[in-house]
């Protein structure tokens, strides 16, 4: 069951230590992809905040917290952030920096804090979001100035 696996419990732990008041919500589909997600949940797929690893010149993670309504513009967040541009990162550079696997990724509770965290600014447009809590199959409630709170992101527009 997803509840007993260590990184959802990694996951609620920071969720508690931080403050946060939504509960980790178990699904019984996957919600790998936004659009899983939003189906699952039954909203909107802009209100599901994607999180999303590339790597940065220096080998840091770039963890972008984005609308599933878009995909990620990598030329304009390379631009915006100042480097030539961002790096693939394949599943086991996201396992390493995060400790979680692809389609589970958690903007909080990281075993390697990423070098930098960018927020879209359309998150903002909902009163709730849903991010990944550690499991393909399990999910948070939060808020655009939640996510800034609890991971000291910077709003940035990052995508059409």
Do not use: C, Y
């Amino acid at each position: 069951m997803s509840e007993n696996h260590p990184s959802v419990i990694r996951v609620t732990k920071v969720l508690s230590e931080l403050g946060v008041s939504g509960q980790v919500r178990h699904l019984s589909e996957s919600a790998r992809s936004a659009k899983e997600a939003a189906d699952a949940l039954g909203i909107e797929v802009g209100q599901v905040a994607s999180s999303i690893v590339f790597k940065l010149p220096d080998e840091r993670a770039l963890l972008v917290i984005t609308s599933g309504r878009h995909r990620v513009d990598t030329d304009l967040v390379a631009k915006e952030i100042g480097v030539e541009k961002l790096g693939r990162a394949d599943a086991d550079f996201v396992k390493e920096k995060s400790g979680f696997a692809i389609g589970g990724v958690a903007p909080i509770g990281w075993v390697s804090p990423p070098g930098k965290i960018l927020i879209d600014l359309a998150l903002d447009e909902h009163q709730v979001a849903w991010a990944a809590a550690g499991h393909p199959h399990t999910v948070f409630p939060t808020s655009f100035n939640e996510l800034l709170e609890i991971t000291g992101g910077t709003p940035m527009k990052v995508g059409d």
